[in-house]
């Protein structure tokens, strides 16, 4: 705004105005102003000094022969009209008396005001903080109700849902979350608790919206004609029976006619060590017209996923190994790409030295919990199941899902490091403690068990 002060003017010194004009314009005109600073320096002026003065300038003085003037009688002299007339029809000032220094304005505004300034910029960053990290305990201690809920039936992005067979209320409600569609998981766990009947979802792709309100969710999902039926999404982490149950909800293809192909090992050119396809569907979306038979779906998945080995450098011997090492990476990993990296550096250093894998996912695939890490003490003691790294030597019998590229390059370059132990500490964020020793590795074991039982919704995770 114009009438906001100048920072340079601020602090630049007052006394550093520039000459008056009298001595600009005396300075452009070359005149000399030693006798006018000599008059001024004078207290009373010559009856001579006075007829030289009115030489040079023009100004009234004293007549020769007359007492000398005093510098009032100077000063009011100059000050009269007639002074000022002849002053102006001439370029040098016969006013030769230093004009005084102007009075230095004080800045109150600033000696008071910047302080005040400065705490209230200081206040609002303290408060934008707190905000930030303390909301929820903000809004707790003031009585503000947190917001649970979106309003409306979403915001116009599309987002692709995937319900598994057997997934139930909570899975669902953390799948729509963790997606955006809803704001919380309670908002879509506590709407349906108070449904007369539990609504029925059938295994499938939908397509729904960011930002939607619980409602609005819920009614997408019961509604048919959001069912994905044109394109194909399998996600990373997919169990081989979970991808042909979405396989067959979104091309029309016959489960059995599915699970029998995917039996047909020799077709697909599998390695020798392979005991079904568990591994080699590429996790991607496909585009389909629906006119597939099982076979040329299954061979357009398996055949990306070698595309994607060969592009890796991984060779046709070491397909079986690099798969099952990268399924299991991607079924013990969370969202932090880091962590693929070094949780592969975890199980190849135990590989290294001899000692078990002791992977719970890989206990609970082969008990046929697919949707669990957790295990009892007897599931880890059964030998007889192949896939049990408690109780078995070395890798499991072969991959506990699909993985995606992420965990393949994880798989072929895992991170320099010592670690022997990990343990997500926080399923819904994926933090992970990584250690080297049994008792750091237990005592975060024990954050993950609190961490669970703290909440419906972290139970989900569990």
């Not at 590795?441 to 993950?448: G, I, N, R, S, V």
Request: charged share 20%; aromatic share 8%; net charge negative.
């Amino acid at each position: 705004m114009a009438d906001e002060p100048n920072w340079e003017d601020i602090f630049n010194d007052d006394s550093s105005e520039s000459a008056p004009k009298s001595a600009r314009a005396a300075a452009a005109h070359g005149t000399e102003r030693a006798e006018s600073a000599d008059v001024e320096r004078a207290d009373t002026v010559s009856a001579d000094a006075q007829t030289a003065d009115t030489a040079v300038s023009g100004a009234a003085v004293a007549p020769t022969g007359e007492q000398p003037m005093t510098r009032r009688e100077a000063r009011a002299a100059h000050g009269s009209p007639a002074a000022r007339s002849s002053q102006s029809s001439t370029a040098v000032d016969a006013d030769s008396t230093e004009p005084r220094p102007p009075r230095r304005k004080r800045r109150w505004w600033l000696i008071i005001g910047l302080p005040i300034l400065l705490i209230a910029l200081a206040g609002a960053a303290v408060a934008t903080y707190a905000w930030v990290n303390y909301e929820e305990k903000i809004r707790e201690v003031l009585g503000w109700e947190l917001p649970n809920d979106f309003e409306g039936a979403g915001n116009g992005e599309e987002v692709i849902v995937t319900v598994n067979s057997g997934d139930i209320g909570s899975d669902i409600a953390r799948t729509l979350n963790v997606a955006g569609v809803t704001l919380t998981f309670d908002a879509f766990y506590d709407l349906l608790l108070v449904q007369e009947t539990d609504p029925a979802f059938f295994p499938g792709n939908y397509s729904l919206q960011k930002e939607m309100s619980a409602q609005s969710a819920l009614d997408a999902l019961l509604d048919p004609e959001n069912k994905v039926t044109d394109r194909l999404l399998i996600t990373e982490g997919t169990t081989l029976p979970d991808a042909l149950e979405i396989i067959s909800q979104t091309t029309g293809i016959a489960l059995a006619e599915l699970q029998t192909a995917s039996a047909d090992l020799a077709h697909f050119g599998l390695p020798a060590e392979a005991i079904s396809l568990e591994g080699y569907l590429f996790p991607a979306t496909y585009e389909i017209d629906g006119s597939q038979d099982p076979y040329v779906v299954l061979d357009l998945m398996v055949n990306t996923m070698y595309e994607k080995l060969d592009a890796a450098g991984v060779a046709v011997e070491d397909r079986y190994r690099i798969l099952t090492m990268a399924a299991l990476v991607q079924r013990e990993a969370g969202p932090n790409t880091d962590d693929f990296y070094k949780i592969a550096r975890v199980f190849y250093n135990r590989l290294d030295q001899g000692i078990l894998l002791q992977s719970d996912a890989t206990v609970a695939y082969g008990t046929g919990n697919l949707h669990t890490v957790w295990t009892t003490d007897s599931e880890r003691a059964d030998a007889s199941n192949p896939y049990n790294t408690y109780a078995n030597p070395g890798l499991p019998v072969g991959p506990i899902g699909l993985p995606g590229e992420l965990a393949i390059d994880a798989a072929i370059n895992p991170v320099a490091g010592d670690w022997l132990f990990f343990v997500p500490i926080n399923l819904a964020t994926g933090e992970t403690v990584f250690t080297t020793n049994v008792d750091d590795h237990e005592a975060a074991a024990q954050q993950l068990r609190d961490w669970c039982a703290e909440s419906e919704e972290n139970g989900s995770y569990c």
